[in-house]
């Protein structure tokens, strides 16, 4: 047997089932047509916000970075709740505007943006978060031939990164950002050449679930303004102080304390020097918005046994859900949370492994999870499927699809 991770707080059973938004499994199963699909609790996603609003300081803004997630009646509910959205593509751009969010609220990350990515976020106002010499030089020349001030913030690859963080992404050398010694050549040069200069992005790591080392890494990241601003001699517009915050998903995760987090933040944000007054911060998250707000389910197609091991055959897998089965981003495989849908209120009976359809051994989506008996037509959920489930797996690997979504 191997543990499973903890079930996110939150889901309760009606009439013995996994409810979500208050409907049950097999009914929402029902609604949608057929399995395998995605559900996403309004309710979760709402408290969640709610509740980080509440332990962060006021000044501090919050950004949804969509990359996790960008269902569109998702984003749109999302547009109501949170103050900006990071988007990481052209596409996601695109997404972000269908579901409403102005481009005055948009900021847009990530290397390789190509020149017609460039030229549709000046164009539009769009804040860029510049990763590179090359590109703000792009990014001044197509404003130039547009007629429109780009609005260029500069990306900054600081030096250190977010310690127990599950993917780095600063410190040492890194395709994100500008390292930080050569920020302020750069942001003269963006003044001179007469564009609108926005501040800085400073992202060190995510899926970080100890807050001593998110309270590090926001004091290392105020630290690193401060300097860059007395380099620079003008204070920045706009702070993205990255995020990181991060979401149980294995045996032995604690929630992060978000509590402790906002009151260090705060702390910091009394101690800054004058300078800094007028600056606007902000976090960019993602999977800490939405992730425990998603549920994956998926039928039972065939229950077979091996050798004495219960092999659990759904119409799902790795295609929808390729961070349950361990293959992205995690070096050792571990059990997501997960129940039998249908069966929410009914004590664990038998170990078994749930695998899904796909013909290749990397598609187990629980490996000897201690759960009630299940047969073919029994749903089971795979929890914290809200980030990183179906726009993050290979939904056409072996010709199988995407899931069906549905925000409720
Ligand atoms: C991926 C990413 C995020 C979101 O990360 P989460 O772990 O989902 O919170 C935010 N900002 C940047 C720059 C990213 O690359």
């Given at each position: 047997?191997?543990?499973?991770?903890?079930?996110?707080?939150?889901?309760?059973?009606?009439?013995?089932?996994?409810?979500?938004?208050?409907?049950?499994?097999?009914?929402?199963?029902?609604?949608?047509?057929?399995?395998?699909?995605?559900?996403?609790?309004?309710?979760?996603?709402?408290?969640?916000?709610?509740?980080?609003?509440?332990?962060?300081?006021?000044?501090?803004?919050?950004?949804?970075?969509?990359?996790?997630?960008?269902?569109?009646?998702?984003?749109?509910?999302?547009?109501?709740?949170?103050?900006?959205?990071?988007?990481?593509?052209?596409?996601?751009?695109?997404?972000?505007?269908?579901?409403?969010?102005?481009?005055?609220?948009?900021?847009?990350?990530?290397?390789?943006?190509?020149?017609?990515?460039?030229?549709?976020?000046?164009?539009?106002?769009?804040?860029?978060?510049?990763?590179?010499?090359?590109?703000?030089?792009?990014?001044?020349?197509?404003?130039?031939?547009?007629?429109?001030?780009?609005?260029?913030?500069?990306?900054?690859?600081?030096?250190?990164?977010?310690?127990?963080?599950?993917?780095?992404?600063?410190?040492?050398?890194?395709?994100?950002?500008?390292?930080?010694?050569?920020?302020?050549?750069?942001?003269?040069?963006?003044?001179?050449?007469?564009?609108?200069?926005?501040?800085?992005?400073?992202?060190a790591g995510s899926q970080a679930l100890c807050a001593d080392a998110i309270i590090a890494m926001q004091a290392q990241t105020l630290a690193l303004v401060e300097q860059l601003t007395s380099a620079i001699g003008e204070p920045p517009r706009h702070v993205n102080l990255g995020g990181g915050f991060g979401i149980p998903y294995f045996p032995g995760d604690e929630p992060l304390d978000i509590g402790a987090v906002g009151a260090a933040l705060g702390e910091a944000f009394d101690a800054l020097p004058a300078v800094?007054?007028?600056?606007?911060?902000?976090?960019?998250?993602?999977?800490?918005?939405?992730?425990?707000?998603?549920?994956?389910?998926?039928?039972?197609?065939?229950?077979?046994?091996?050798?004495?091991?219960?092999?659990?055959?759904?119409?799902?897998?790795?295609?929808?859900?390729?961070?349950?089965?361990?293959?992205?981003?995690?070096?050792?495989?571990?059990?997501?949370?997960?129940?039998?849908?249908?069966?929410?209120?009914?004590?664990?009976?038998?170990?078994?492994?749930?695998?899904?359809?796909?013909?290749?051994?990397?598609?187990?989506?629980?490996?000897?999870?201690?759960?009630?008996?299940?047969?073919?037509?029994?749903?089971?959920?795979?929890?914290?499927?809200?980030?990183?489930?179906?726009?993050?797996?290979?939904?056409?690997?072996?010709?199988?699809?995407?899931?069906?979504?549905?925000?409720?």
């Amino acid at each position: 047997m191997k543990a499973i991770g903890p079930i996110p707080a939150g889901y309760k059973a009606i009439d013995g089932e996994l409810a979500i938004g208050g409907v049950t499994a097999s009914a929402l199963a029902r609604q949608a047509g057929d399995t395998p699909l995605f559900v996403y609790s309004t309710d979760h996603l709402r408290q969640r916000v709610a509740d980080l609003r509440a332990a962060m300081p006021q000044r501090l803004a919050i950004h949804y970075a969509m990359k996790g997630n960008p269902f569109p009646p998702l984003l749109t509910l999302m547009n109501g709740l949170v103050d900006g959205f990071d988007v990481a593509s052209g596409g996601e751009l695109e997404l972000a505007l269908a579901a409403g969010v102005d481009a005055s609220r948009i900021s847009f990350a990530g290397p390789g943006k190509r020149d017609r990515e460039l030229e549709r976020a000046i164009s539009l106002g769009v804040t860029l978060n510049c990763e590179s010499e090359g590109e703000v030089e792009r990014a001044i020349a197509i404003g130039v031939k547009l007629g429109s001030t780009p609005q260029l913030a500069v990306r900054v690859n600081p030096s250190f990164d977010l310690k127990g963080s599950g993917m780095k992404m600063g410190g040492g050398a890194k395709q994100f950002g500008v390292d930080a010694e050569r920020v302020p050549a750069l942001v003269k040069r963006i003044v001179a050449a007469g564009a609108q200069w926005r501040g800085f992005h400073i992202y060190a790591g995510s899926q970080a679930l100890c807050a001593d080392a998110i309270i590090a890494m926001q004091a290392q990241t105020l630290a690193l303004v401060e300097q860059l601003t007395s380099a620079i001699g003008e204070p920045p517009r706009h702070v993205n102080l990255g995020g990181g915050f991060g979401i149980p998903y294995f045996p032995g995760d604690e929630p992060l304390d978000i509590g402790a987090v906002g009151a260090a933040l705060g702390e910091a944000f009394d101690a800054l020097p004058a300078v800094l007054t007028d600056t606007h911060f902000c976090i960019e998250l993602g999977r800490y918005l939405v992730g425990e707000a998603g549920v994956y389910l998926t039928r039972i197609v065939d229950r077979k046994i091996s050798h004495g091991e219960i092999f659990l055959v759904t119409d799902g897998g790795l295609h929808h859900q390729l961070a349950a089965s361990g293959n992205f981003g995690t070096v050792i495989r571990r059990n997501y949370p997960v129940t039998i849908a249908n069966k929410f209120d009914v004590a664990p009976q038998e170990v078994v492994s749930i695998v899904g359809c796909l013909c290749t051994p990397l598609d187990k989506l629980s490996d000897q999870a201690h759960l009630p008996r299940a047969d073919v037509g029994d749903l089971v959920a795979i929890f914290c499927a809200g980030a990183y489930g179906a726009s993050a797996s290979p939904a056409n690997f072996l010709g199988q699809g995407p899931a069906r979504e549905m925000l409720v």
